[in-house]
């Protein structure tokens, strides 16, 4: 059974059950095997592709499982930076003309904040342990700090000239920032926030590197940091620890990303003939020949296990990389026409669960993220909407929340005493008549059925939202 077939699969059970009088466990076992057979999946099932149109003001999602574009989403103005959280339930955009940053909830497509922060924003890092996202400042020569809990700056940096691409480490202790404008690195303290050291990349041989793309790879005690110097053809590897040189190996002309497939193998993409060199940086040297990308290449990511690599070319080109095999496989064209989808960063999600109706995110909808949908439907706000939430920032609960549709009975209206019960019960488990008893505008034409309610809520907020 492909991948394709097992979610038709559980479509095909959740739109039986939906229509058939079970009680709440019949349906919850049905739902349970369906579920059991996605889980034993490859993580690749499902991973997600969000390209950034710089001239479109848009990012594009491309749905690997499908293999096809499945939506667009408004962005601000020349979004380029692509980074998302640990839980890969949130997307955040750098939108280098508008100095702000745009987060875009995986689950539904929506977007649930928009952050000012410094001039010409570029490279994004979201930490792994920490509500922290970083923001290189390409004009201002700034990295700005983000409290994800809040979506605020609470912090900026200052680092190099001309930062661009951001790298973490796996324990998110350290940030490192390319300065593509002085040809060095600066090392984050991510504790303290405060810049603790500065690798240089240039020399006499190698003066204006212009460090764009960075990558740190780990296997076993040893690291390594990776700088592709997008004016000299050449990838510059450090150790990660003491930050000492250890290789310097040649690539193509204006390498521009790096992809990690694992820490013995990371793709560059080499933009100006548009190929992909794999190299070592513990052997530091090439792996093989390059592989031959669209022209145009200018945008490169790989999943998060490594099993497949996406590139973005220009106009509007996307191909597929098998990791194993190094094969390239065209995709089909962006659609919309050409968009220039100058993307940097990782861009590749696969989020493990999706409902944009957690709002606790706690990887569930139930009866904490009801309790907060009626507060918010009934006019509570600040403390009020949050109490009993202590880990919720009550700014940031409301702002989600105001992002969402939450018309559960389609009737152009969200109350409190009818799209919050039918939300509360659907948490819940509640199917057929006793979903949509006394919970609508049955004076509405159009009003949605039991049916369409539960199929409304898996298709406008995420195919994990219902029990």
Same mark, same amino acid.
């Given at each position: 059974?492909?991948?394709?077939?097992?979610?038709?699969?559980?479509?095909?059970?959740?739109?039986?059950?939906?229509?058939?009088?079970?009680?709440?466990? =019949?349906?919850?076992?049905?739902?349970?095997?369906?579920?059991?057979?996605?889980?034993?999946?490859?993580?690749?099932?499902?991973?997600?592709?969000?390209?950034?149109?710089?001239?479109?003001?848009?990012?594009?999602?491309?749905?690997?499982?499908?293999?096809?574009?499945?939506a667009t989403v408004t962005v601000g103005t020349a979004p380029m930076g692509v980074a998302s959280d640990a839980s890969q339930r949130n997307v955040f955009i750098s939108n280098h003309s508008a100095n702000s940053?745009?987060?875009?909830?995986?689950?539904?497509?929506?977007?649930?904040?928009?952050?000012?922060? &410094?001039?010409?924003?570029?490279?994004?890092?979201?930490?792994?342990? #920490?509500?922290?996202?970083?923001?290189?400042?390409?004009?201002?020569?700034?990295?700005?700090?983000?409290?994800?809990?809040?979506?605020? /700056? @609470?912090?900026?940096?200052?680092?190099?000239? #001309?930062?661009?691409?951001?790298?973490?480490?796996?324990? !998110? %202790?350290?940030?490192?920032?390319?300065?593509?404008?002085?040809?060095?690195? *600066?090392?984050?303290?991510?504790?303290?926030?405060? /810049?603790?050291? =500065?690798? =240089?990349?240039? %020399?006499?041989?190698?003066?204006?590197?212009?460090?764009?793309?960075?990558?740190?790879?780990?296997?076993?005690?040893?690291?390594?940091?990776?700088?592709?110097?997008?004016?000299?053809?050449?990838?510059?590897?450090f150790d990660g620890a003491t930050y000492a040189p250890t290789a310097t190996i040649p690539v193509g002309p204006h390498p521009t990303a790096l992809a990690v497939v694992n820490p013995n193998k990371v793709y560059?993409?080499?933009?100006?003939?548009?190929?992909?060199?794999? +190299?070592?940086?513990?052997?530091?040297?090439?792996?093989?020949?390059? +592989?031959?990308?669209?022209?145009?290449?200018?945008?490169?990511?790989?999943?998060?296990?490594? *099993?497949?690599?996406?590139?973005?070319?220009?106009?509007?080109?996307?191909?597929?990389?098998?990791?194993?095999?190094?094969? /390239?496989?065209?995709?089909?064209?962006?659609? &919309?026409?050409?968009?220039?989808?100058?993307?940097?960063?990782?861009?590749?999600?696969?989020?493990?669960?999706?409902?944009?109706?957690?709002?606790?995110?706690?990887?569930?909808?139930?009866? #904490?993220?009801?309790?907060?949908? @009626?507060?918010?439907?009934? &006019?509570?706000? !600040?403390?009020?909407?949050?109490?009993?939430?202590?880990?919720?920032?009550?700014?940031?609960?409301?702002?989600?929340?105001?992002?969402?549709?939450?018309?559960?009975?389609? %009737?152009?209206?969200?109350?409190?005493?009818?799209?919050?019960?039918?939300?509360?019960?659907?948490?819940?488990?509640?199917?057929?008549?006793?979903?949509?008893?006394?919970?609508?505008?049955?004076?509405?034409?159009?009003?949605? %059925?039991?049916?369409?309610?539960?199929?409304?809520?898996? =298709?406008?907020?995420?195919?994990?939202?219902?029990?």
């Open positions: 059974m492909t991948v394709f077939d097992s979610a038709l699969a559980l479509s095909r059970i959740r739109r039986r059950l939906n229509i058939c009088p079970h009680p709440r466990s =019949t349906r919850k076992s049905f739902l349970w095997v369906a579920l059991s057979v996605l889980s034993a999946l490859p993580l690749a099932a499902k991973p997600y592709s969000f390209i950034a149109l710089h001239d479109q003001n848009k990012v594009a999602i491309y749905d690997h499982a499908l293999s096809s574009w499945i940053v745009t987060i875009i909830r995986t689950a539904n497509r929506s977007v649930a904040a928009t952050i000012p922060v &410094g001039s010409r924003p570029l490279g994004i890092a979201v930490s792994p342990v #920490q509500p922290r996202a970083y923001v290189a400042n390409f004009g201002a020569a700034t990295v700005s700090v983000i409290d994800t809990a809040t979506n605020t /700056v @609470i912090l900026t940096i200052n680092v190099g000239n #001309q930062p661009a691409g951001l790298a973490m480490t796996p324990t !998110g %202790d350290r940030l490192f920032v390319a300065n593509a404008g002085d040809g060095t690195v *600066s090392v984050i303290d991510t504790a303290s926030n405060t /810049v603790v050291s =500065t690798i =240089t990349v240039s %020399d006499a041989s190698n003066p204006k590197p212009r460090p764009y793309a960075l990558a740190f790879v780990s296997v076993g005690g040893a690291n390594r940091l990776l700088v592709a110097n997008n004016n000299a053809g050449k990838v510059s590897v560059v993409l080499n933009s100006f003939n548009s190929t992909v060199t794999p +190299i070592d940086p513990f052997a530091g040297a090439a792996l093989a020949s390059p +592989i031959a990308a669209p022209s145009g290449a200018i945008a490169l990511a790989t999943s998060s296990d490594g *099993s497949l690599a996406a590139i973005a070319a220009y106009p509007n080109k996307f191909a597929v990389i098998n990791t194993t095999t190094n094969a /390239v496989t065209a995709g089909p064209l962006v659609s &919309g026409g050409p968009n220039a989808p100058v993307t940097i960063g990782n861009f590749i999600v696969n989020p493990p669960f999706e409902c944009a109706l957690d709002i606790n995110n706690d990887n569930a909808f139930n009866g #904490q993220d009801a309790i907060l949908i @009626i507060r918010y439907l009934a &006019g509570l706000r !600040g403390s009020a909407l949050v109490s009993g939430f202590p880990a919720l920032d009550a700014t940031a609960a409301q702002s989600l929340l105001a992002s969402l549709n939450l018309d559960a009975d389609g %009737d152009g209206q969200s109350y409190a005493s009818t799209d919050g019960i039918l939300l509360s019960r659907a948490a819940s488990g509640v199917v057929a008549a006793a979903l949509i008893a006394n919970a609508r505008n049955t004076g509405f034409v159009g009003v949605r %059925d039991a049916t369409g309610t539960l199929n409304w809520i898996e =298709t406008t907020h995420g195919a994990d939202c219902l029990p």
